[in-house]
């Protein structure tokens, strides 16, 4: 299956690609992961992106499109892939259209994940990440660590996002109503989307998305 999951920040697309990913047996493909490897190891695409991360800006369009492209063409991808975090704009969409059109390969769905403002605000409020991999993810009410700080999968230190500070979050959520927002309609156009509500227990909005993907298929 080839799956786009779209939804704003902190509504759950991180925790809930693990999950499907394992599920499905796809690879779950974040650009947001990708970036930050590259800002831990201080690659140049690194130090360009992280600019443009912590002012809740997004990434040019060249670079990123770029970076996904190269991912999805890595073996493991043939079978198929969960995007998390890309496309982020129908410049983006578009690209990927035209990605997949010249492989002779079709989206099987765009996944939307809904989840209200306060709500969000209060898990990125919360969020905490691990050093060692940015998709080991924890929320210190909802999905506590066992040890405050220590990585439950890996014994990582766990850190809060430079870019989940109130302001840089304000931001993120102006970019994503005005130029993420819209690939749900391009989408739609298309006949891929399906929506699901992200609020409740992690486990039950799992199960929310794979019964909405079978019910699409
Ligand atoms: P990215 O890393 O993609 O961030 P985002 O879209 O802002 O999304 P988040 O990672 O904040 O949230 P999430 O929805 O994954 O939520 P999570 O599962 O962590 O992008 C970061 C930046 O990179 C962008 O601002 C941009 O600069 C750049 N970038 C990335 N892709 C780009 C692109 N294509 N083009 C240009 N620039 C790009 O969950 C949040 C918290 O809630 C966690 O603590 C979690 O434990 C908790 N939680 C999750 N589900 C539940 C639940 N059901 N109940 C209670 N708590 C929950
Ligand atoms: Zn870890």
Redesign the pocket.
């Known amino acids: 299956m080839r799956i786009v999951l779209v939804?704003?920040?902190?509504?759950?697309?991180?925790?809930?690609a693990t999950r499907l990913a394992e599920t499905l047996h796809i690879p779950h493909i974040?650009?947001?992961?990708l970036?930050?490897a590259n800002i831990s190891r201080q690659t140049e695409l690194g130090k360009l992106?992280k600019s443009?991360?912590d002012a809740?800006?997004?990434?040019p369009?060249e670079v990123?499109i770029a970076m996904?492209k190269d991912r999805m063409e890595q073996p493991d991808a043939e079978g198929g892939f969960l995007l998390?975090?890309?496309?982020?704009?129908v410049s983006?969409a578009g690209a990927l259209d035209e990605l997949l059109e010249n492989e002779d390969m079709k989206l099987d769905a765009v996944l939307d994940?809904e989840a209200p403002e306060d709500e969000v605000v209060k898990?990125?409020a919360?969020?905490?990440v691990c050093r060692n991999n940015s998709a080991h993810?924890?929320?210190v009410t909802?999905?506590p660590p066992k040890k405050e700080g220590v990585c439950d999968v890996c014994g990582g230190e766990l850190y809060q996002r430079d870019?989940d500070s109130e302001e840089t979050v304000r931001k993120?959520l102006e970019?994503y109503h005005t130029q993420t927002e819209p690939i749900i309609d391009y989408y739609k156009a298309q006949g891929l989307v399906v929506t699901i509500s992200?609020?409740?227990?992690?486990d039950e909005?799992t199960g929310r998305a794979l019964e909405a993907l079978k019910r699409d298929k």
């Open positions: 939804g704003p920040p902190g509504a759950g697309k991180g925790t809930q974040s650009t947001g992961d970036f930050r992106a443009y991360m809740g800006n997004l990434v369009d990123t996904a998390d975090g890309f496309p982020r704009n983006q994940l898990r990125i919360g969020r905490r993810v924890f929320h909802y999905t870019d993120r970019v992200a609020t409740g227990p992690v909005v």
